[in-house]
């Protein structure tokens, strides 16, 4: 059954099967239901899909989704290939990318068991966050982690303080997702939420964020992200792209789904208000049988 979650979180990576062997330490499951195997996409015509990501992602990639019984929570893993994979931008979020917030019991002997299950590479030192009881650090492909004492999943999307206001016009009157300013969590650095979303989704504004241009880096960089906004109005927003100029489409609307990116680097897929997770799955046709 197609599991329809707000906190679903995306990651480009370099190696789709040892990024789901770190993430089962964490207690996600090995593969998305109903599909044993990782998706291929390609840029093909066969491939309708594939064809029109391919600006984005690569011309070929492959995905599979995990997710946490417990919590609801998934890790969406984009696999891009080496021809078409560029070195990270930089080593803090760039504009667009999520740090993710992961529940768990104890957060340092879950870092322990990644970085046990992930031996071939050397994850940063973690800190304590006390302001999300839990732990920080840099892991597989250069993801920024939280693990979090706290039952919550959640994100933390990156912007630079010059962009901000044209992503917060984007979200406001495109994707009509209220933005409310939050008490900062550091000196210097603005901190906003996602209002009325089912699950939480910090933004971060900082005049050192790197901004990137969608068009030149796409996703093909490890650990560049996507996220996920569900209930959206896909109809007021295919006519408000249209109006204001802010976003495109990855792909195009169709059956309640779209994969949007904004003006300044951020790319999300959404879910229209009316969308049926059970007709994607198929249960609506073996009801019929």
Known sequence: MFSMVQ????ISCSDIVQTKKVLRTLGFTEFQPG?????????????PIGQVTAPVLGDE?????????????????????PAALVPRPCEAPAQGDLVIGIPVDDPW????KMQAADPDCAYS?????PEENGIRFICRDGQHTILTRNKEPFAILHYSTEDFP????????????????????EEGVARYQMQGIKGRMDIEVRDDTKRLDLRA???HYPSANHFR????????????????????????PFGGFVFIHGPTSETIEMFDKNFNPAALAGDDAEAAE
């Open 7 to 10: 906190t679903h979180h995306g």
């Open 109 to 112: 002997a879950a870092y322990e």
């Open 166 to 185: 044209i992503a917060r016009r984007f979200y406001e009157e495109v994707l009509q997702v209220g933005i409310e300013e939050v008490e900062p969590k």
């Open 35 to 47: 599909a044993p195997e990782p998706l291929i996409y390609t840029n093909t015509e066969d491939n």
């Open 61 to 81: 990639y492959h995905t599979h989704y995990v997710e946490n019984p417990d919590t609801g929570q998934q890790i969406d893993l984009i696999e891009i290939q």
């Open 217 to 219: 880096w796409g996703k």
């Open 125 to 129: 030192t973690p800190f304590d966050v």
């Open 229 to 252: 906004l569900v209930e959206r109005d896909i109809a007021h927003i295919e006519k408000a792209i249209v109006e204001t100029g802010l976003g495109g489409y990855v792909i195009p």
